[in-house]
């Protein structure tokens, strides 16, 4: 079974944030985020202690799953498996989805464990059952420092101001927030203002194309519908245009981020640029715009479940 990547729900950040000091949490975020890096370069011992470190100060039992993932792909089938049974045990009050999954890939794990290991008539018939709480066989560690944030991190908003270029609206102000995805996948809600009278609301879809702690170029693509004021001075009639936009940019930095995006804008709808005094939507315009802005990843651990 491979990993699965689950996000928090928000309610459970918040209830995280209200429940550990912000040291513990930040601190538990840097473990775990050590922990993915290093399960993706294959390094999975590492990557168990991360996760163990991170659970000692956070513990969320999704986690539990993780360390039982790292195991099997160790082959120390014995582990793995009393670890996802530690997993369900932690659930048991909220069972995941996939439990008979789990139960059925932990009876999997503890046949190939018995398969594995030499007879020894000395040793146990079963597995001895992990610690039910903290860190196991962790050897002592020096304080841990704190690394850039990951770009890793779930929940995040931000604030760009933007100049388009052509006959659609030369500026714009944007506010934006979501989440993260699979590390890959941003999927956001925004709204802004185009020009001086002119609103919009719409969606906005990222891929992240490189990742790295300090920079992230991705792809995006957006929709938007919105209003439009004939004039300034009146608002007896609009019109609702709606937009499409592609284009990509960079982010750069850690828990807050300076963005730059460069996108091509499409506008259908709104008033004829003969027919309005205001600064407004005008009708099937394209425009090469620019956006700055800046943006922060919100939350303690921002993921554990992978399968």
């Known amino acids: 079974m491979r990993g699965r990547f689950v996000v928090f729900p928000l309610c459970a950040a918040v209830a995280v944030a209200h429940a550990q000091p912000a040291q513990r949490r930040q601190e538990a975020a840097d473990h775990f985020n050590r922990a993915q890096v290093a399960e993706k370069e294959g390094?999975?011992?590492?990557a168990?202690?991360?996760y163990e470190l991170a659970y000692s100060l956070v513990a969320h039992a999704d986690v539990l799953y993780n360390i039982g993932f790292d195991y099997e792909k160790l082959q120390d089938f014995g582990r793995a498996?009393?670890?996802?049974?530690?997993?369900l045990d932690e659930?048991?009050?909220?069972p995941p989805p996939d439990a008979d999954a789990v139960r059925a890939k932990i009876r999997d794990l503890r046949a190939k464990s018995v398969a594995v290991v030499p007879t020894d008539p000395a040793a146990p018939s079963e597995p001895q059952p992990p610690p039910t709480s903290g860190p196991v066989d962790m050897p002592p560690l020096p304080p841990p420092t704190t690394p850039p944030a990951s770009?890793?991190?779930?929940?995040h908003g931000g604030l760009s101001y933007g100049l388009g270029f052509g006959d659609a609206p030369t500026q714009r102000f944007l506010a934006h927030g979501g989440i993260r995805i699979a590390r890959r996948f941003d999927a956001d809600a925004v709204i802004g203002g185009f020009g001086k009278n002119d609103r919009a609301a719409g969606v906005l879809a990222r891929v992240l194309v490189t990742r790295s702690p300090a920079v992230v170029s991705f792809a995006r693509a957006a929709a938007t519908i919105g209003y439009a004021k004939q004039d300034a001075s009146?608002?007896?009639?609009?019109?609702f245009p709606f937009g499409f936009e592609a284009g990509g940019g960079v982010q750069i930095g850690g828990k807050g981020k300076i963005e730059?995006?460069?996108?091509?804008?499409w506008l259908r709808g709104g008033w004829d640029a003969a027919s309005t005094t205001a600064d407004s939507f005008v009708n099937d315009e394209i425009a090469f715009a620019i956006d700055v802005g800046v943006a922060v990843d919100f939350g303690a651990i921002a993921g554990a479940r992978r399968e």
């Not at 659930?91 to 909220?94: G, H, I, L, S, W």
């Not at 770009?151 to 929940?155: N, R």
């Not at 009146?234 to 019109?239: D, F, L, M, Q």
């Not at 730059?260 to 804008?265: C, G, K, L, N």
Request: aromatic share 14%.
């Open 81 to 87: 498996a009393d670890y996802y049974q530690r997993y």
């Open 151 to 155: 770009p890793l991190a779930g929940w």
């Open 43 to 46: 390094h999975y011992e590492e």
């Open 91 to 94: 659930r048991a009050n909220d």
């Open 234 to 239: 009146s608002i007896a009639e609009t019109k």
């Open 48 to 50: 168990i202690r991360e």
């Open 260 to 265: 730059v995006d460069a996108v091509v804008r």
